[in-house]
DNA sequence: GATTTTACTTACTAGTTAGTAAGTTGTCAA
DNA sequence: TTGACAACTTACTAACTAGTAAGTAAAATC
């Protein structure tokens, strides 16, 4: 038995990086293991099927938003600084070895995935959602956005936006990422 | 031989119509075969490998949208009438059996897809976006559009919004999706 | 000190993948 | 009518896929 630190949670977080990188199609416990020198059945061991692993990895990721949104050095934020917060996130994601947004990576392959990914997805999605939709109507309270309609169709312009310019930013560069960060900031700041 | 009416263009459009629903990673030679009634190889014969097929299915789709835009019915019209012709693209995925954009899906897999599909691929995104921005800046001339900043960065804004709102429909569901485009005319349209 | 549990490895299976080589058959041109 | 060619099929391969069953060794528990 090889020591390990807590290799469940390794075998988590590449995983995750892996479906960042590549799409849930484009990666196998064949993958992980040997990036881990480990077995193939030692990943099984800990995540029977891959939908075991799909699904424990957007679990994982729904736990760290909550936390963090409900953390106060982001709950107590004003809402221009929660933005900038949360746009971080995916800057950090284009940073990072170029990944992409897990909620859109699993939605262009949401036909080809096990049912329960799907629900999960959906969830995930949803709570983002949520969060950005109560700090876009924050915001406007407070005079510190400027928009036209609905904060929730605004929070769902936005996490669209990101997720489509991380991928984006795949083909031609983080520079086209960051100007479209920019027009966001220009289409919303007062 | 059984015959098929030009098999190579019937090939070619349920090849496109996968990559948007299941993703590069997401068919294989197989489906194709099984669901044109025709063995493996006769694919196999037509595109030798699954680049050959992934870039004629990218090729064929610049091809139609040059056709598109430099054809008389799209490119005489009024600023906003184009825009409505170009969101009208999107909406018409949706509704194709909740497709998605081909750029997206193949930007998602971008790191487990051939080079030579990589380049195709920063092509057409290159020509997609070059098109909306002259269309925008256009259309601000003219008053037709209202927006802050470069037309290139609105540009790259409201493609990668229409992208990340297909994904998103997928999860979500199709008012999601109205409600996003409505949203984006909400911060142009004068 | 014995027993159970954890975290694996070894060795395997059945199915799928892209891709190939060689043969077949209908069509068309000379 | 013959020969070339297009459009396949048959039959195959090597590599990879998720997943399993049985065995092993160290560590934790009793």
Redesign the interface.
């Given at each position: 038995m090889v020591k390990i630190e807590n290799s469940k949670r390794t075998i988590l977080n590449l995983a995750e990086s892996l479906l960042q990188?590549?799409?849930f199609?484009?990666?196998s416990y064949a993958h992980i293991a040997s990036e881990l020198g480990v077995k193939n059945a030692a990943i099984h061991y800990h995540f029977p099927t891959k939908e075991d692993l799909g699904r424990a990895v957007i679990q994982h990721y729904r736990d760290r938003f909550k936390l963090w949104t409900n953390n106060a050095r982001v709950k107590d934020l004003p809402s221009r600084e929660k933005l900038d917060w949360f746009f971080g996130i995916y800057s950090s994601m284009r940073a990072d070895k170029?990944k992409?947004c897990l909620?859109?990576?699993m939605?262009?392959?949401?036909?080809?995935i096990p049912g329960g990914l799907?629900e999960e997805?959906?969830i995930l999605?949803?709570e983002l959602?949520d969060w950005l939709e109560a700090t876009l109507a924050e915001g406007r309270d407070a005079d510190a956005f400027q928009?036209?309609?609905?904060p929730?169709?605004?929070a769902?312009?936005i996490?669209?936006?990101?997720?489509?310019?991380l991928?984006?930013a795949?083909?031609?560069g983080t520079k086209?990422f960051r100007?479209?960060v920019?027009?966001?900031k220009?289409?919303l700041i007062v």
């Open positions: 990188d590549k799409g199609n484009g990666f170029g992409v909620v859109g990576s939605e262009v392959e949401f036909n080809s799907q997805v959906q999605h949803k959602l928009f036209n309609g609905d929730a169709n605004k769902a312009l996490l669209s936006t990101l997720q489509g310019a991928q984006m795949r083909a031609l086209k100007d479209v920019e027009q966001m220009l289409d």
